[in-house]
Nanobody, 115 residues
Framework: QVQLVESGGGLVQAGGSLRLSCAAS????????MGWYRQAPGKQRELVAT???????KYADSVNGRFTISRDNAKNTVYLQMNSLKPEDTAVYYC?????????WGQGTQVTVSS
């Protein structure tokens, strides 16, 4: 049974930091890209950051320089360190993992940044 277990969301003041984690299990194939997406109320889900198995990263312009994505291949876990958080970062954050033939989504974790 495939499971993506996310943790680390919560409420933080503007300027603060949070670290999200997503542990994948039961997938059965090597994981290629891993990433984080977010969806704010009334908006479409958008890419936040991705990382390849080899460690190449990509960031949305809105988070570049403030967020850092990393992964532990041995643990099938991806992380998102979020610094200098802004109220506009408020959203449900979803992790995504890709194998050779499909992708999987986590259940989402709420991040709320107060001004």
């Amino acid at each position: 049974q495939v499971q993506l277990v996310e943790s680390g969301g919560g409420l933080v003041q503007a300027g603060g930091s949070l670290r999200l984690s997503c542990a994948a299990s039961g997938i059965g194939f090597p994981i290629n890209d891993m990433g984080w997406y977010r969806q704010a109320p009334g908006k479409q889900r958008e890419l936040v950051a991705t990382i390849t198995r080899g460690g190449t990263t990509k960031y949305a312009d809105s988070v570049n320089g403030r967020f850092t994505i990393s992964r532990d291949n041995a643990k099938n876990t991806v992380y998102l360190q979020m610094n200098s958080l802004k109220p506009e970062d408020t959203a449900v954050y979803y992790c995504n993992v890709m194998t050779w033939n499909r992708g999987y989504w986590g259940q989402g974790t709420q991040v709320t940044v107060s001004s």
